[in-house]
């Protein structure tokens, strides 16, 4: 009979994982929940258990896949998936890691007779997602669970094998470490790293010291912040890489699982820094800027922390980043009496009306007539080839037919493949005019680049020559 038994579980185990031995459909994923010790027989698919092996002083994460029943309807072996503490895995815990975080194990791959299993048992438990994790309002830390990544013990391979980084820390999320988003650019920060405490959070919109210095400093009269890029300022220089929510862009850094903690591994890009957004805050297309401006002034603000970040370096050589220098920077700034800041007053003067005249002199060389010429109307599209012309013209009939109570194109899929299959099947008479249709949009285009080509040889020459004045 435990022969019998035994060969059940070999063949289970030999099944792909979801499935079972007796239906060969997927498994419902359940989370029962109970106290106290548990009784073998009380076991069901789905659950969620911690048990505790001979000699171990961590308890173990497990789910139940399947509860095998002997010819007496006896439980006689339980199968179950295992979920891996961070001091399980290779690397071992790491500071960013969650204290209920756990691995999870995407195959099954241990099976215990019920005799043995109910003596290890402790009762049952409850694992979630991460953003399952993130939603309970209130955490059992005895039963309550959570993963986000998978773990192999035979490769010793995570997947994902990395996470993002976040914050001026640049380590990854954890969710026992409380975070505040910028109201500006949407980044997230840890509280301790701002200086702030998770109980007492002001009030007032949250601004991260980037965003900061960018207010802090001077605008240009007639330009909003948005339209002013940062070039050589304070600011760009305390650019840092974050994404842009939880769930958004990852950074330019990245934390391998079984590495050294906070070691970053750059990803290839042309220039550090934060993306940029692609819409404003009233939901409108923002504008490409032109490269060909010159970068803005400097505030006096800017000045002064460029003699403290040196400064405040030489003093305090073990702090990193840029929380504390700013944090100190703007302190300091605030304490300076009037005389003591008009230094700083005069180079940003002298800034501006360096800004101002470089600004006026490009305008009147032509080259921002010549972006607006280049981003606007001149820059001529890439002509259709005659297939998707017919697929053009297919899609438009399709969409007529909707529209006048018909079927249309209900799958976008479905649509193209049909297309496909009626274009191949036309003859050479049929797809002649879409041909012809790509040839004459061709000719446009070549018309249209020719007509731009001029246009940026007559800008390109000196305003005293009579072209631009």
Known sequence: MADDAAEEVEAA????????????????????????????????????VSYLRDG???????????????????????TLQPFYRPEDADGGRRPWHGRME????????????????????????????????EKLDKVDPQKDFFWRVCYDPDTKAFEPDRVPL??????????????IECSECGNVFHCSCMGLDPGALPRCPFRCPTCTKRFDACLVP??????????????????????????GTLPEGEVFFGTDEGQAQPQQSAKRGRK????????????????????RPLSAYNYFMKDFRKAYKAEHPESRGVADVTRAGSQAWHALGQEDREPYHVMATASRENYHKAKEDYIQSGGRMLFELQQRNFKPKRPL?????FLEKARSEANEVKVEGGAGAQDAVEFTKEASRRWNSMTSDEKEP???????????????????????????LPAGDGILK
């Open 102 to 133: 756990v691995f999870k194990d995407k195959s099954v791959r241990e099976w215990a007779k019920m005799e043995t299993f109910q003596d290890e048992l402790v009762g049952r438990c409850r694992v979630h997602t991460l953003e399952g994790y």
């Open 13 to 48: 185990r030999a099944l792909p994982f979801g499935e079972t031995h007796e239906t060969g459909v997927a498994m419902e994923k359940r989370v029962v929940q109970g106290d106290g010790r548990l009784d073998v027989k009380d076991l069901e698919r789905g659950d969620y």
């Open 434 to 460: 879409f041909y012809r249709q790509a040839e004459e949009a061709k000719a446009k285009s070549a018309v249209q680049k020719e007509h731009l080509s001029m246009v940026e040889d007559i800008l390109s």
């Open 276 to 295: 940029p957004k692609l819409l404003t805050k009233t939901g409108r297309k923002r504008s490409k800027r032109d490269p060909g401006l010159p970068k």
């Open 166 to 179: 976040y914050c001026v820390c640049e380590t990854p999320y954890s969710p026992d470490r409380p975070m």
């Open 222 to 247: 007639g330009e909003s912040l948005d339209e002013q890029d940062g070039g050589e300022s304070e600011t760009q220089e305390l650019s840092v890489d974050f994404p842009e929510t939880l769930s």
């Open 385 to 389: 080839t005659p297939y998707f012309l």
């Open 56 to 78: 171990e002083s961590r308890t173990r994460v497990a789910r139940i896949i399947d509860v095998w029943w002997n010819r007496t309807g006896l439980s006689d072996a339980v």
